[in-house]
């Protein structure tokens, strides 16, 4: 990049503990496996239906096995595919704390350099399952929509981060797997961007011309030095 950031911001669903794979294709591959139909037009506005029904509704302490639970309980209901849906959770919540037990290290060494935060559309206990899942104390701020009311990619929401740290966008960078709402939303407050693509995933076009797109995210201490 062009120069250091200050700070680097992340998206968390699907970057911080997933490979650039937000959770509804991730479930929906776990359905797929266990045999249920899943196609994207079936599956998706389930998915949706059931994301929906937790936002603002759970306690702020909310561990993440239970979040993970409630989806699935309100997918499973929608496709009566209720054998299935306790292995999905567990294999969900299995990966999840895998891949980031693996970003500890690349976390750690921003860390050293960088103030780091979150700005995520969540469900309320972003900051119970940020500390679930042992990311909890790379971070200075935690950004999670349903408590400041405001969802990516509106620019308020990363504003807010910022203003907690207190840098301006071009001091920044944030780190996400979706185009709409990560790349688009950082790309308005004229915060550089770096886009997280799953390993074998074609790449559409960027936000951006000449945006960085980066495999894993052990890439990116070497990209934002």
């Known amino acids: 990049m062009e120069s250091s950031p200050r700070v680097v911001l992340f998206d968390f669903g699907g970057t911080l503990d997933g490979p650039g794979v937000p959770w509804k294709e991730r479930m929906r ?12 037009e079936r599956f998706d506005p389930v998915f949706y239906r059931a994301d929906d029904a937790l936002v603002g509704t759970i ?9 993970v639970r409630r989806i699935v309980d309100g997918i ?17 919540v299995d990966d999840a ?29 972003l ?3 940020c500390a679930d899942i042992g990311l909890a104390p790379f971070f200075d701020v935690v950004v999670d929509s349903a408590r400041v009311g405001v969802t990516k990619p509106d620019a308020r929401i990363f504003r807010h ?10 001091a920044a960078v944030f780190v996400g797997d979706s185009l709409p709402r990560d ?6 407050l004229g915060m550089p961007h770096v886009w997280v693509v799953e390993p074998d995933a074609p790449i559409a076009n960027a936000c951006c011309p000449h945006d960085p797109v980066i495999r894993s995210l052990e890439a990116l201490p070497d990209l934002v030095r």
């Open 29 to 40: 591959r776990l359905y797929r496996d266990e045999g249920v139909d899943v196609t994207p």
């Open 76 to 92: 499973d209901a929608a496709l009566d595919s209720a054998p299935a849906g306790p292995r999905v959770a567990k294999r969900f």
């Open 161 to 170: 981060a910022l203003d907690v740290l207190g840098v301006p966008a071009p």
């Open 183 to 188: 790349m688009a939303g950082a790309r308005d």
């Open 127 to 129: 900051g119970t399952v």
């Open 97 to 125: 704390v895998a891949t980031a037990e693996r970003h500890a290290s690349v976390l750690a060494a921003l860390a050293r350099r960088c103030r780091l935060g979150i700005v995520s559309n969540f469900y309320g206990n």
């Open 59 to 67: 306690s702020t302490t909310m561990p993440f096995d239970e979040t």
